[in-house]
């Protein structure tokens, strides 16, 4: 049956004909591997220790591959919807420029390569972790929970947060305080960054029959719920400055950050939705902006705070 599901939208466009090499990268999601590479190389060089520089570089690119592995299984898996959706309709399985099952092979074999690799090149935690973050991206995210529950966002994020965690076992061969922090900081961000988005293409979201929140509880649930996960969101993100791996840099930003985001979240749950409407959901999309940009500072700001310590000015 499920078979069935994937083959229908290719069928629509015909047979697949010869895919470009463009389509292949766009099959491994890179805007999605370079958040994925960017928070586990964060993680990596803010944990204590000394990795060698051409180990440190294959494991990333070991973290990379597998972050495409998991974007090709999930493209496999949603083709049917993808195909509904205006925003996802031009993807190569969809479009009928890949065959799903050439995804699924791509797919399989780049998540076996990727962390047999990393266990040869790094340690046996970093390469579990990795293979847990595909299957949970593929598997409970992709499979179970994206279709089943309007929950889907806030269970599923777990699988863009293990990153950092994997980086910083690379470094140090297990997992400490401050990995499960940088774990609930894009954990506690998900939420409200996919709902924001969630606000302004709902349309998309009930074509396809998924159960975002949007859908399944209304609009104003969805506000309530993206203020609410903000006020989580935020002592996840000082907690992590008052680590070893934070520090002043760290905690100034990072309340800058809060505060532009707590008032950009008030004003989604403040607002009516005839007034939302009425101007096309220009806040809704402000917020959808900066929370790429609050989590992406926040890394930065890490990063300052080991740059100033190997400088040999202490954080704390």
């Known amino acids: 049956m499920r078979t069935q599901q994937?083959?229908?939208?290719?069928?629509?466009?015909?047979?697949?004909?010869?895919?470009?090499?463009?389509?292949?990268?766009?099959?491994?999601?890179?805007r999605v591997m370079s958040l994925?590479?960017?928070?586990?190389?964060?993680?990596?060089l803010v944990a204590p220790g000394h990795l060698d520089p051409l180990r440190a570089a294959m494991a990333i690119a070991c973290i990379a591959v597998g972050g495409g592995?998991?974007?090709a299984l999930n493209m496999w898996w949603d083709a049917d919807i993808d195909a509904k959706m205006k925003r996802t309709a031009?993807?190569?399985?969809?479009?009928?420029?890949?065959?799903?099952?050439?995804?699924?092979?791509?797919?399989?074999?780049?998540?076996?390569l990727s962390v047999g690799l990393l266990a040869v090149v790094a340690n046996g935690i970093a390469a579990a972790l990795l293979a847990f973050t595909i299957f949970f991206y593929v598997v409970i995210y992709s499979i179970w929970l994206k279709r089943s529950t309007p929950q889907n966002i806030v269970i599923g994020g777990a699988a863009g947060a293990f990153p950092p965690m994997i980086g910083w076992a690379v470094a140090t061969g297990g997992v400490s305080l401050e990995s499960l922090l940088m774990f609930a900081l894009i954990f506690m961000w998900t939420p409200p960054h996919f709902w924001a988005l969630a606000l302004f293409v709902k349309s998309d979201y009930g074509r396809?029959?998924?159960?975002?929140?949007?859908?399944?509880?209304?609009?104003?649930?969805?506000?309530?719920?993206?203020?609410g996960y903000t006020l989580?969101?935020?002592?996840?993100?000082?907690?992590?400055?008052?680590?070893?791996?934070?520090?002043p840099v760290y905690l100034t930003v990072a309340a800058g950050l809060n505060?532009?985001?707590?008032?950009?979240?008030?004003?989604?749950?403040r607002r009516p939705e005839a007034a939302a409407e009425a101007d096309g959901q220009a806040a809704e999309k402000r917020l959808f902006r900066l929370s790429l940009s609050y989590l992406f500072l926040h890394f930065c700001a890490l990063l300052a705070e080991a740059a100033l310590h190997g400088a040999g000015l202490a954080r704390w």
């Open 6 to 30: 994937i083959a229908d939208p290719t069928r629509a466009e015909g047979p697949p004909g010869p895919a470009r090499a463009g389509d292949y990268i766009v099959l491994l999601k890179p």
């Open 36 to 44: 994925v590479v960017f928070t586990a190389l964060v993680g990596m």
């Open 232 to 247: 989580l969101l935020i002592p996840a993100s000082l907690a992590l400055g008052l680590t070893a791996i934070g520090g």
């Open 90 to 112: 031009g993807r190569p399985i969809p479009a009928g420029r890949v065959a799903a099952g050439e995804a699924l092979a791509i797919g399989l074999a780049l998540s076996v």
């Open 69 to 71: 592995a998991s974007g």
């Open 208 to 227: 396809a029959g998924i159960p975002m929140l949007t859908e399944t509880h209304g609009r104003r649930v969805t506000r309530n719920h993206i203020l």
């Open 259 to 269: 505060l532009r985001f707590l008032a950009g979240a008030w004003r989604v749950f």
